[in-house]
């Protein structure tokens, strides 16, 4: 909370950041010149012009960055963040092919606490110097890369993963279900940690693990992240398996709701589309990973058109090659106007939002993040818009989106802490990761 100085009349706060350009995604879309932002206690308790700020307050820490524009932090709302450490792996292949013969024999042998634990940490740093600071995962020993996301000091929400086949962490669905729950208890007083149950995907989880995460989503109050339409191959299991397209199914079972984060959405028919618009449910855009896969496109500007909220994900690093949400919202423009045929489909704006508050939205956390408003938190990314690249420079929202690389982002700010500093990271060593990352493909490779 912010107090006054009795000598100075002015409010102490922890940090001011003075920038060039406060882009704040809020309703307004209000993109500030000359402003300074305050932070204190975590919040954002102040947006003003820069002179205003420096006659009202001061604060123990003052960063000037005048070159740059603040936006609020990435949220990455579809990653499997430990596959960072199969980067380049079997690549150049369909998606079943790439997971039957490939991923799932190397999760098979490797897939362990110090797999996650290690795996995630690069994954958050990589993300971190890209300017994300909240990630939706999906993967296997939550506790354990919720307890690292929450150590660098990232928002994470930890996916209870939920499938009919074996592994590391579970034997049965039952017990990936239970595991989630204690994982789900553990984390539940965690200001930086939610959760949300993680079934992986209609062909790999049968009716009545869904029947009976529907239920605890209700009763916990929780979202449902899974794999929705990635592929024709998922579409015709579907059919052949259970007499119905994976969408249809899942309404049956009743898990077309708010609560819902479909991720991928490929190969939709207008009905469904109609139909999953009057459910409130979310969809997760991952354009780079179903270009890469050949899995298909989602029609982007028809989900915009028919009010459903859409969010931008990275997928894993295993599938993409990168954890890059700058790059993801330059393909989600580009490739939103090839699909819907319209110069005009998905502008600049439009692709900030989803790779920002529309996240928060998705995840349940928009009253804490995806803005730059004051009583929020201070989740910020600043990239520095001088670089030739970004030259010259009509509008700071066209050149986020269109020109700037992940390497003009300086600093990372969570929750008011400073991740990343002048492009340093301040939690994570990246010497360390390397390391990490090298003894990993030695032990892969020979397999």
Not at 77 to 104: F, K, N, S, V
Not at 422 to 444: G, M, P, Y
């Amino acid at each position: 909370m912010t107090t006054k100085n009795s000598a100075q009349g002015l409010l102490q706060a922890d940090e001011i950041i003075h920038a060039r350009w406060v882009v704040t995604v809020d309703r307004q879309h209000n993109v500030h010149e000359s402003h300074g932002l305050v932070i204190d206690d975590g919040r954002i308790v102040a947006i003003d012009d820069s002179t205003t700020i420096q006659e009202q307050y001061q604060a123990r820490k003052i960063t000037h960055l005048k070159d740059h524009a603040l936006i609020p932090g990435f949220i990455n709302a579809h990653t499997h963040a430990a596959m960072c450490l199969m980067r380049g792996l079997a690549d150049d292949l369909p998606l079943m092919t790439w997971l039957q013969e490939h991923i799932w024999p190397i999760e098979h042998k490797w897939v362990s606490s110090d797999f996650i634990r290690q795996g995630t940490e690069h994954a958050i740093a990589e993300m971190i110097r890209s300017g994300t600071t909240a990630f939706n995962d999906m993967y296997f020993f939550p506790d354990v890369a919720a307890a690292v996301a929450s150590a660098a000091g990232i928002r994470a929400t930890a996916g209870l993963i939920v499938i009919d086949f074996p592994s590391a962490w579970a034997g049965d669905w039952q017990e990936y279900i239970d595991k989630g729950l204690a994982v789900h208890d553990q984390f539940r007083s965690d200001n930086l940690i939610t959760t949300a149950f993680a079934p992986h995907a209609p062909y790999s989880v049968g009716n009545e693990p869904l029947e009976k995460v529907r239920i605890l989503s209700d009763e916990l109050e929780i979202p449902i992240h899974m794999h929705v339409h990635e592929t024709h191959d998922e579409i015709d299991q579907g059919i052949k398996n259970y007499g119905s397209r994976p969408l249809r199914r899942l309404d049956e079972i009743g898990l077309l709701t708010p609560n819902l984060l479909a991720v991928h959405m490929t190969h939709l028919h207008d009905e469904e589309i109609v139909r999953f618009s009057k459910t409130g449910a979310h969809a997760i855009h991952c354009p780079q990973s179903n270009m890469k896969l050949a899995s298909g496109f989602c029609p982007a500007q028809k989900l915009v058109d028919a009010g459903i909220n859409i969010a931008l994900g990275t997928d894993g690093a295993a599938s993409n090659n990168d954890l890059d949400m700058l790059a993801e919202m330059q393909y989600t423009a580009m490739l939103g106007k090839a699909v819907a045929d319209d110069a005009t489909a998905l502008p600049a704006e439009t692709a900030l939002t989803m790779a920002t508050i529309n996240g928060a939205k998705a995840l349940g956390i928009n009253d804490i993040t995806g803005s730059l408003e004051v009583g929020k938190a201070a989740d910020i990314t600043a990239i520095d818009l001088s670089e030739l690249e970004t030259q010259p420079l009509y509008s700071p929202v066209s050149q986020i989106v269109y020109a700037a690389d992940r390497r003009q982002i300086t600093h990372v700010w969570c929750n008011g802490n400073n991740l990343l500093k002048n492009r340093i990271l301040q939690t994570l060593d990246i010497e360390k990761l390397k390391s990490n990352a090298l003894s990993w493909r030695q032990k892969i490779n020979m397999l």
